[in-house]
């Protein structure tokens, strides 16, 4: 799938049929069409579901005392949405779904909100491996220390400071520049067989679910 705007569209509608609806054996169709598109990279998106899974498993299980028919639910309403929404999403950027949402003309502010905090996001996690080498490169290891103990405090608190300094960085360039809180963005609007494809079976489980059930 390429279209970013159409792969929004199909992850909402998607996601609400399968967590509001009754669970029905045809759900599984658009996610096996996904994979069949991404089947290249299947192994690496089952090892993040995978992980993620550990998180569903603690829940499943605190439900599985009050309700064993539930509890199976939401296994299955859970794993169906991630799988899905991992696979259609694994070679999207960030950016990419700026991109989408401002295709499908998301409100402008919501868009910068969205574009700023990637910016960000992108900003700490790089920062965080140049903290990370530079430990490494010192020998430093992880022990039961009060010296361990400061030393992630420290880095805590410069990620703090790093990151406040570069939201104010970046409202002070942007007011600089004239920002009036809409980004202007380069669209691809261009539709694959793909994205009709995905968006035609889901569509087809809202007509069924309307119609027959």
């Known amino acids: 799938m390429n279209n970013e705007a159409i792969k929004l569209i199909v992850s909402l509608l998607f996601s609400f049929f399968v967590a509001f609806t009754?669970?029905?054996?045809?759900?599984i169709l658009p996610v096996l069409l996904v994979l069949i598109y991404e089947r290249k990279d299947?192994?690496?998106?089952?090892?993040?579901?995978?992980?993620l899974n550990f998180f569903i498993i603690v829940l499943v299980i605190f439900v599985l005392f009050q309700n064993s028919q539930m509890a199976i639910e939401l296994f299955l309403r859970?794993?169906?949405?991630l799988l899905f929404n991992i696979t259609i999403f694994y070679k999207s950027k960030g950016f990419d779904i700026v991109r989408g949402f401002n295709t499908l003309k998301v409100s402008p502010k919501f868009i910068s909100i969205f574009y700023f905090t990637i910016c960000l996001i992108e900003y700490l996690l790089k920062e965080f491996k140049n903290i990370k080498n530079s430990l490494k490169a010192r020998?430093?290891?992880v022990q039961t220390?009060?010296?361990v103990y400061q030393t992630f405090g420290n880095i805590f608190?410069?990620?703090?400071i790093k990151a406040i300094k570069k939201s104010q960085d970046m409202r002070l360039s942007m007011?600089?520049?004239g920002f009036n809180s809409q980004m202007f963005l380069l669209e691809n609007n261009k539709i694959s067989q793909k994205d009709i494809l995905v968006l035609f079976f889901i569509l087809s489980i809202f007509?069924?679910?309307v119609l027959y059930i």
Do not use: Q
């Open 175 to 177: 007011i600089a520049r």
């Open 157 to 160: 608190a410069m990620m703090f």
């Open 145 to 147: 220390s009060m010296f």
């Open 42 to 51: 299947v192994i690496k998106i089952l090892k993040k579901l995978f992980l």
């Open 207 to 209: 007509l069924i679910k």
């Open 78 to 81: 859970t794993n169906l949405i």
């Open 22 to 27: 009754s669970l029905e054996y045809f759900y």
């Open 139 to 141: 020998g430093f290891k």
